[in-house]
C-alpha cells in the first residue's frame, strides 16, 4: 500500500516576507517565491508551507487577519498567489498555508460588529463583564499582560490569548466554526494541499472561562528561551479542551471529503505528550501534530535520544510522527545548536521516522542575527523582552551580491540581510559539493532512493560513548543511521555506506553516517 504524500515527503517553510522580494519594497512576496520554487525543486523537497500572506495589519507578521480570502497587497494579489500554486504543483511540489482558527485581527469586520452588544456577531467572540480594574479570569495572554482587554465602547472586556489586537474567537458559537470551514473551503477549492493549523489546540476553550489553577507541572517549557509568565501556567481551561478534538474530527471530515484527500499539520505546544497525541485523534483528527520536543531538549545524545523515545511512545498505534528543528518563532537552529553540530541536525532531521519541516535558510546554516532595540519589529519581543523572533527570521542570502539577492540594492529590507552572508548564500553553496546546502540536497536525495529512509519503522535506538544511533526498517531494507556527538571517534558500523558527513576510517565527532546494514 502507497503511504500518504505527507507521511513519506519533507515539508520546507517559507516566512514568506523573508523569502524573495520581487517589487523591490524590501519585503518578500509571492511572485517572489514563484521565482524561487525552481530552487525548492533543485533542492528536493516535497512540500512547501507558505506563512500567511491574507490581508492584515501586520502587527504579528500576517497572523493577524483582516480578511481571510484576500491577499494583502504586500504579497501580490489572488492572481500571483494562483500563479504559484500553479508553478509549485507544475513542479511537483505541494503547497500547503496557515488556517488561523483562534483568532483574527481586531481590524476583522467579524470584530468591528461584535464590538456592539446587540450585533448578531457578538458571540463570534468572547465578551465579558468587568470592572475597570478587574479581569473577567487570572489568564494571561502569551503576548505578555493579561488575556482581556476593555474594550471603549461598550466596557465590557474581550479575551486575546495574542496581542490585545488579535481577539479570540469563540468556538462555542457554531457560527464560528462555519465562518472558519467556509475560509478554510476557499483556499481547498483553489487548490491547496492542505493547512498548516496555528495554534490548533487554543480553540478549545472551557465554557465557563474558570481561573486556570497554578503550574502543575505540564507547562511546555523551552529552555531555549526564557520562560514567560504565559509558559508557567497550568494551561487547563484556556485551551485544549473537548471542543478542540471535536471541531478537528469535522475539519478531517472536510479534509477528506475532497479528491485527493488533503492534509492537516498542527501547531500543539504541549508539555504532556499524552494530551499532545490527542490531536491524532482515532486517526480522524489532525494528520500530523508538529512534536516540538527536539526544541526544547538540550542537542546531546542522550536528550535527544530520550525525547524521540518519548514521542514514539506517545503516538497512538498506527500515528506517523512528524519533526521540527527550527521555525519562525525561534532562534535559529545553527545558533541553538551551534555551527559544529549543523551537519548532524541535517542527518538526523531527514532520517529520523516521521514527516521533517525544514525551515528557510536553516539548509545553509544561517545563525540567528542580532537585530539592535531600533530595528526590532517583533511585537512578542517588545512586549516580553527576551522573546523577541527577528533573530530567526532574517531574508534568504541568495547571492554574494548587493542584499543578498533578496531585493534590489536600493531597497531596504525589513530585517537586516544575515552578515557574512556572501559565503552561506545558496549560490556560493551551490558552487561548492562539500557544503552543508548540498548536504541537505544528497539526504533529500538519498530519501527518495530508500523507501525504508521514508517510510522504515524506526528500532533501537541507543546512546553509547556519545553516539546515537538508531535503526530504519522497511521490507528487506535496514539502514543504521550513526550521529557522533562525542569528543572522541567512533568506530563505524559495518556495511555498504550510503552517506557520511566526514572521511577517514572512523566516526569523528559531530560527524554522521548513513549505513545499510546486511539482514
Ligand atoms: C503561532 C505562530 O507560529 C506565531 O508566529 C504567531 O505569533 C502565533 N501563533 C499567533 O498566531
Known sequence: MSAPWWETGVLYHVYLRSFQDSNGDGVGDLRGLTHRLPYLSWLGVDTVWVSPFYVSPMRDFGYDVQDHTAVDPLFGTLDDFDEMLARAHGLGLRVIVDWIPNHTASDHRWFEASRDPSSALRDFYYWRDGGEDTVPNNWPSAFGGPAWSRDGRSGAHYLHLCL?????????NPAVEKAQFEVARFWLDRGVDGFRVDVAHWIGKHP?????????????????????AFDRVAHIYDMDGPLAHAVYRRFRALLGSYDPPRMAMGEIHLGDLKRWAAYYGADDELHLPAYFGLLSVPFDAEALAAAILQQEGALPAGAWPTYVLGNHDEPRLASRIGAERVRLAAVLLLTLRGTPTLYYGDELGLE???????????????????????????????TAGVQAGFCPAAATPWLPIPPGYHARSVACQQRDFASLLHLYRKLLYLRRQHEVLQRGALADVAVRDGVLSFVRLWKAEQVRVCLNFGRQPAALPAGKVLLRTGTGSLLGSNEAAIIAVQS
Open 164 to 172: 490585545p489586537e488579535m481577539p479570540d474567537l469563540n468556538w462555542h
Open 208 to 228: 465557563d472561562l474558570p481561573d486556570n489553577p497554578p503550574d502543575d507541572g505540564s507547562a511546555f517549557i523551552n529552555p531555549a528561551k526564557p520562560p514567560s
Open 368 to 398: 540567528s542575527i542580532s537585530v539592535g532595540e531600533a530595528a526590532a519589529r517583533d511585537p512578542l519581543g517588545m512586549r516580553v523582552p527576551g522573546l523577541g523572533r527577528d533573530g530567526g527570521r532574517a531574508p534568504m542570502p541568495w
